[in-house]
């Protein structure tokens, strides 16, 4: 059989224009954790770097905050809601299994010229959001893509585990992507990677609500839809994965070590954090965290982080900016962006 030939084609860089963040009102601190489960400010601080995080209002869902979240992202860059052809939203916590959280976002943004539709990738939603947007730009389908991740995880969360529920949050990170017009630089997207291994689906998941385990009248009381982790493995595989897939973009990108201005990990645990960034040679200054302030907030973790590094300017025109995430699947994932 004589192999098909290859299409090449010559694909559009994409740059990302604008950044925009939403995180609820209340709080939930460690003190408060404390009167709710056997644990203490000095374990979570001591294991994880986190003080607070924030919990959506009962009736704020999914979708408001993506909303929010998408609204910052557009006034940052000037553009309007009709000006946006596609939008993709990275969740775990949909506001419903269908339709999809992005056609809710759609219809509040009155986005009426985008197709709209969901990714389910764990922490790691964004970044194949980012991935998924820039194919789609790339290939000259689309001009414009509004990438959200937005995550209610406190519906997902059992209260009455103390070895979860003290790390997760809620709130919503946004970004724009274009194709890059004229010379390359602000925002261009060097490099991207996305990988999944499938065969440890079972060290992080929401193992109840779904067609394998649907919630009925008999098992309810077991709590089998919300989120179970086998924290120790986790954390073992989320340090070498997010290490190997930030040195492959910063690779592809052409750079080395000693270039990369800021690294924008996902906020799952502070030790996982200074564990990659130690293992890639990047030095703490150069790291950005904000879990302190909102924990785990899944997908949108580094969609979130990205936004409050670039309004307080903690990077610059020029720099190299990494984005690495980890999570359930297991996923991973990173880009290598010249601001
Ligand atoms: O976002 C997706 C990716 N997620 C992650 O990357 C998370 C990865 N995992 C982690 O971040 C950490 O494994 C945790 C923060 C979840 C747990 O930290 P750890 O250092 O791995 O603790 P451990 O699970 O080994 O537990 C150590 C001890 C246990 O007690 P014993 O058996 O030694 O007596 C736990 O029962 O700490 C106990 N413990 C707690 N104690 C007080 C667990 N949770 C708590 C708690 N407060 N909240």
Request: aromatic share 6%; charged share 20%.
């Amino acid at each position: 059989m004589t192999a098909k030939p290859h299409i090449a084609f010559k694909r559009l860089p994409v740059k990302i224009i604008g950044t925009g963040s939403y995180v609820p009102e209340r709080r939930l601190t460690n003190a408060d954790l404390e009167k709710m489960v056997d644990t203490s400010h000095e374990w979570i601080i001591e294991r994880t770097g986190i003080c607070e995080r924030r919990i959506a209002a009962d009736d704020e869902y999914t979708s408001h905050m993506g909303t929010k979240a998408a609204q910052r992202a557009l006034e940052s860059c000037g553009l309007t809601p009709e000006d946006v052809d596609l939008i993709i939203c990275a969740t775990v916590t949909p506001d419903t299994f269908t339709p999809s959280t992005a056609c809710y976002i759609q219809d509040a943004l009155g986005a009426k010229n985008a197709a709209a539709f969901d990714i389910s990738a764990a922490c790691s939603g964004f970044l194949f959001a980012m991935k998924t947007a820039v194919q789609y730009i790339g290939t000259g389908q689309m001009r414009t893509a509004l990438i959200i991740a937005a995550e209610k995880l406190s519906t997902v969360v059992n209260w009455e585990d103390r070895s979860t529920c003290v790390l997760f949050g809620d709130g919503a990170g946004a970004a724009v992507l274009q194709a890059a017009t004229g010379e390359e630089g602000e925002g261009a997207v060097l490099a991207t990677d996305i990988g999944t291994d499938g065969s440890l689906h079972d060290l992080l998941q929401i193992p109840g609500g779904g067609s394998r385990c649907p919630t009925t009248v008999e098992n309810a009381h077991e709590r089998l839809a919300t989120l179970a982790m086998r924290g120790n493995e986790v954390f073992r595989h989320a340090v070498a994965h997010m290490k190997e897939s930030a040195q492959s973009v910063i690779e592809r990108a052409g750079l080395a070590p000693e270039d990369v201005n800021l690294i924008i990990p996902h906020q799952a645990n502070l030790r996982i954090i200074n564990a990659v960034a130690s293992r890639l040679s990047i030095p703490e200054e150069r790291v950005f965290v904000n879990i302190e302030k909102y924990g785990n907030t899944s997908a949108a973790a580094v969609a979130i982080a990205f936004d409050e590094a670039r309004r307080s300017g903690r990077f610059t025109k020029g720099d190299n900016v990494i984005l690495v995430t980890f999570g359930a699947g297991l996923t991973w994932s990173s880009a290598a962006i010249r601001w």
